[in-house]
């Protein structure tokens, strides 16, 4: 009985384990397979890649801006005795740079979009230009991680 408690307990460890590995080598193909169905021409291409890659920057400087300003508000509330306005404001700001983060990535799609010929578009919104379910299911995975790790952004923890 212990014994197979023992490879049971493994066989699930190993399950989590290798779940998220095989999660992001389906985005990546999901991906490819969708850059493939767009038939994209050598400057396309490049385009794309130049697109992408400001973007990231961008994305890199938003998140750590994000980062930062929920710091500040964790030691906000760590100090104690903040005022009702100071609590907003940080709450406040941490909405901010979320909103330009969302604003940043439809930016960085309507650019991508743009490039695009009309059948092209076609393919792209058939798909929505989407990767997949793989990103929705790395958020969901990223949420219950948080829960786990008492990140979530609750005042009654």
């Not at 699930?12 to 985005?27: E, K, Y």
């Not at 794309?48 to 938003?62: F, G, P, S, V, Y």
């Not at 508000?73 to 330009?100: M, P």
């Not at 059948?119 to 230009?129: A, L």
Request: net charge positive; charged share 30%.
């Amino acid at each position: 009985m212990k014994t197979s408690a023992k490879l049971l307990i493994v066989f699930i460890i190993a399950l989590f384990v290798s779940a998220p590995v095989f999660g992001q080598r389906m985005m990546y193909k999901d991906r490819m397979n969708k850059m493939e169905q767009l038939s994209l021409t050598e400057a396309q291409q490049d385009r794309c890649a130049e697109l992408r890659t400001n973007h990231q920057e961008k994305m890199i400087d938003l998140r750590s801006e994000l980062q930062k300003s929920k710091l500040a508000f964790d030691e906000l509330r760590r100090k104690g005795n903040y005022s009702r306005s100071d609590y907003l404001n940080a709450t406040s700001e941490i909405g901010k740079i979320r909103d330009k983060i969302a604003t940043a990535t439809a930016g960085h799609r309507m650019d991508v979009y743009e490039i695009l010929d009309d059948s092209q578009k076609e393919v792209w919104n058939k798909t929505d230009g989407r990767r997949g379910m793989g990103r929705g299911m790395m958020q969901k995975g990223t949420m219950q991680r948080g829960m786990m790790q008492g990140r979530m952004d609750c005042p009654f923890r």
